[in-house]
């Protein structure tokens, strides 16, 4: 499966103004040469930034934004949520936040796709797992790791993630497409 996308400031090095990246093997652990947690991506930037000080500054002005889905509130489950942190199908995407960083994001980049979400008119919600909860986690937080880049984790809101059907709303997809734009701009 191909879930990351992933947006480096590469205009600093007059290399462009982002990449967008897809990983495989996602959903089995991203431990693969073709997965988040392989080499490929700090391969590729490293031979497009020719040196390691252009990689630094370069990972250092850069924010990655981690594309998955988010879970919803299931009609069916309603309880599996914090009150206040359900996202609702057609309500825009989510910030998806967890206090052991099983998704890598923190307040400012929330506050810069949130910023991101305000300029292009995409409402936007937020995700906080419940605590009492076990939390599942993306390839954010391994890419973030592997390469030190500032993440945020987003997604668009699913009832049945990870089942056999999974639903979402149109409008989520558009949202997301129309605040991603924005973000590249």
């Not at 009150?83 to 309500?91: E, K, L, M, Y």
């Given at each position: 499966m191909l879930w990351l996308l992933a947006s480096f400031a590469l205009n600093a090095l007059n290399l462009g103004e982002g990449i967008v990246v897809c990983n495989d093997h996602e959903?089995?652990?991203s431990m693969s040469t073709a997965g988040a947690?392989?080499?490929?991506?700090?391969?590729?930037?490293?031979?497009?930034?020719e040196n390691e000080e252009n990689l630094s500054r370069m990972i250092a002005s850069s924010l990655m934004v981690s594309v998955d889905n988010a879970h919803a509130i299931h009609p069916n489950f309603p309880d599996k949520h914090e009150?206040?942190?359900?996202?609702?199908?057609?309500?825009g995407p989510v910030v998806k936040?967890?206090?052991n960083q099983r998704y890598a994001t923190n307040s400012a980049t929330s506050a810069i796709f949130q910023h991101c979400c305000t300029l292009?008119?995409?409402?936007?919600?937020?995700?906080?797992?419940?605590s009492d909860i076990g939390c599942g986690s993306t390839i954010?937080?391994?890419?973030?790791?592997?390469?030190?880049v500032r993440t945020v984790d987003v997604g668009v809101p699913t009832f049945a993630m990870h089942s056999i059907?999974?639903?979402?709303g149109r409008m989520d997809a558009f949202y997301l497409y129309r605040v991603l734009l924005q973000y590249f701009k």
């Open positions: 959903e089995v652990g947690q392989g080499n490929f991506l700090s391969s590729v930037l490293a031979r497009l930034c009150p206040s942190h359900g996202p609702i199908i057609n309500a936040i967890n206090a292009a008119d995409v409402p936007v919600q937020s995700f906080v797992v419940r954010g937080p391994i890419t973030a790791n592997v390469l030190g059907r999974e639903l979402a």
